[in-house]
């Protein structure tokens, strides 16, 4: 009997600390997502709280903050990034940029489902090209390095999305964490929510104080995280005085900086000029045609598994009341003839686009027919100074007015 005191006596005192630290976090993190400026953690381009968190996210939006989510477009590499536009002061609405490298349609749709308030909810979807070049659809490295437990755990509990639609997201979960070594028991979960078999449901039953403690361990370490990226930020200016936007300025300014990040002669491709970046075209593009010559001839973006994932987040948005603002990013048009995927072929792969989200009756910013605007990308694929604003614009017609 002793000995049983001995091993609950511990457990018994850490259960008591973790409630207590739950409910100081969780008071803390209000306070200071109230009082903080928070520009310096949604600047962060490789914030966990933004990518893999839960609370802030869910916090923010609920209190007119956009959450734009993407992928590698969302790195700070022109002055026009949205962060720049609604994170200074100078718009009703705040945002959240959400998304890096590999970040895809299943790691939106986990963001989307695991709010507990949807409705209302300011979401929008920068849909690019690249993710469905791969017939196979994400890669399970790629996948992992994004995977956040504590959005996955929530969007399993969400009373709003239906049961087929979870199993759906749950199987591609277990598909995609193949291999993990991190992630074992959200595979395992994710494999037994799949099948409710007799044995899967007596092994759900035997396990369930593991996964309990497991969902509880996982919300604690995303409210720490959260809590050690408020806790350094200055607090608010109440004295800051509320400015406004001149689009037609920035728009000029977006020309200006252009002209000079493509330099005043632009690189040549294929004997025809490129207005991107000078930077990128010297060390990927200079003097390379034979390297890219066909290169992605074999692609077949129509049969794209990625397809798939782009419709589980579609179903997540509509069974919690989202109503996202899906963007169209478009690519370089001269470069993607040269490499194998010909106009015929993205006008096709755009069309499909829309064909998949028009039942739905989402809003589609339709960028696709921009890719031989000048400018208006600063690489071969992601946005620039002028597609940032443009982009950025509509964004602002769309929610500030």
């Known amino acids: 009997m002793k000995r049983i005191k001995y091993l609950l006596f511990p457990l018994f005192i ?28 949604l600047y962060d381009t490789k914030s966990q709280v933004k990518d893999k968190g839960y609370y802030a996210n869910e916090y923010l939006t609920d209190r007119n903050y956009i959450l734009m989510m993407g992928s590698s477009e969302l790195s700070h590499s022109t002055d026009q990034h949205p962060d720049n536009f609604f994170n200074t002061g100078r ?44 017939k196979k659809g994400e890669r399970p490295d790629r996948f992992q390095t994004r995977f956040s437990p504590v959005i996955f755990y929530k969007y399993l509990e969400n009373p709003k999305i239906s049961h087929k639609t979870k199993v759906k997201y749950a199987q591609r979960v277990a598909e995609l964490l193949e291999g993990t070594g991190d992630f074992k028991e959200e595979q395992l979960y994710a494999k037994l929510f799949v099948k409710k078999n007799g044995a899967n449901r007596l092994i759900m ?18 409210k720490g995280i959260l809590y050690s990226s408020l806790v350094g930020l200055p607090n608010k200016d109440p004295n800051m005085p509320r400015k406004t936007i001149d689009w037609k300025a920035e728009r000029e300014k977006a020309i200006k900086d252009a002209e000079f990040r493509v330099g005043k002669k632009p690189g040549i491709f294929d004997g025809k000029p490129m207005f991107i970046d000078k930077g990128y075209f010297r060390e990927y593009m200079k003097n390379k045609e034979r390297t890219y010559k ?27 009341g989202v109503e996202p603002t899906i963007v169209l990013i478009p690519v370089v048009d001269q ?38 605007s000048r400018y208006f990308l600063r690489d071969v694929m992601h946005l620039g100074t002028v597609g940032w604003t443009d982009v950025c614009k509509q964004i602002y017609d769309i929610y500030e007015k």
């Open 14 to 41: 850490a259960g008591i600390f973790c409630v207590g630290l739950n409910s100081y976090l969780n008071k803390q993190n209000v306070r200071m997502l109230n009082e903080k400026n928070l520009y310096g953690m």
């Open 91 to 134: 718009t009703k609405n705040g945002i959240i940029t959400s998304g890096r490298a590999y970040t895809q349609d299943l790691q939106h749709a986990s963001m989307v489902g695991s709010f507990n308030k949807s409705k209302n909810k300011k979401v929008v979807l920068l849909v690019s090209m690249q993710w469905f070049m791969d």
């Open 205 to 222: 039953t035997a396990m369930k104080p593991y996964f309990s403690l497991r969902k509880s361990m996982v919300r604690l370490k995303d």
């Open 294 to 320: 066909g290169m992605y001839n074999y692609v077949n973006m129509l049969d794209a598994k990625e397809f798939y994932d782009y419709k589980i987040f579609l179903d997540t948005c509509k069974e919690t």
């Open 335 to 372: 470069f993607y003839d040269y490499v194998g995927i010909d106009r015929n072929e993205r006008a096709a792969f755009f069309a499909k686009v829309k064909e998949v989200t028009a039942p739905y009756g989402f809003r589609v910013i339709d960028e696709s027919n921009s890719g031989s």
